[in-house]
């Protein structure tokens, strides 16, 4: 009987899966002319979205990208580590729609940091290189497959640094090959949305009050995708239902105060996009 090595075994195993992935790769039909068989769904979602749904979007002129990026951390007692994320999947999609020839790319869902002092239960980081990395590859798959029009927009202040350098390593190096990429730091206008809630919605709200790392408007704009994630049941079984003393009942309420926040973010962000377009000779 022949006796096989542990590397020649090994060797000969990478081989035979090499050819038959292969293989596999030559039988499927190539998609680049194949017929969508269905109507194509109403969608800004590449991950949702078939790849003959892209293919025609892109021919039909979708050719900007949003790259959203979010964070799991420490959010108090009522909201999920995943805050960030939950916030950039209702704003993702309105400036998408809002833009009109746009589609989302997969929320990047963890933070920049040093993974070493994310100590906090949940927490998860990934190092400044890793997390640029990862940009960096996501704007260049988008520009290699069509897309002439790239923003990076982040939910999470520690992001922001990142997602700038990133945009403008890549424009420099994208000079004169037709593609706009950006980074829309006028998205991250917590300020801002602050006193819009003071002053058209009427809600006074002193962020410091409870001390968590919690607010009024980031929960009620979390209800526009699910009031499960602020916990909603749960703190009206507790008796919790508010947030730095304001109550998030009746949740209509809440919901549409979210949403009217969500339409302000997304005016503010779309006038940037536009702008950054047109500067960029869009």
Partial sequence: MKKWFPATLALLLSVGLASQAAAQ??????????????AAADNVWIEELTVLEIRDLLREGTTTALILTGGIEENGPYLTTGKHNHVMRVM???????LGNALAAPIVTIEPGNPENARSPGGI???????QAVL????????????TDIFLLGDNGGSRRSLAAVAEELADAWRGQGVVI????????YDDVLVYQRDVLGVDEDPRLERLHDDYYIT????????????????????KASINGISI?????????????????????????KKAMAAGGR
């Fill in 25 to 38: 790769q030559q039988s499927r039909l190539d998609m680049t002319d194949f017929p969508r068989p269905i």
């Fill in 92 to 98: 993702g999609e309105s400036i998408a729609r809002r």
């Fill in 125 to 131: 980081r990934l190092s400044p290189e890793t997390f």
């Fill in 136 to 147: 960096r590859d996501m704007a260049t798959s988008l520009k290699a497959q069509g897309f």
């Fill in 182 to 189: 950006a980074h829309i730091p006028e998205y991250y206008n």
């Fill in 220 to 239: 009620s704009i979390i209800m526009n995708d699910n009031p499960e994630y602020v916990r909603l049941q749960q703190r009206i079984d507790a008796g």
């Fill in 249 to 273: 009942l009746p949740a209509e309420q809440a919901i549409e105060h979210g949403r009217r926040l969500i339409e302000f973010r997304t005016d503010v962000t779309v006038e940037a996009i």
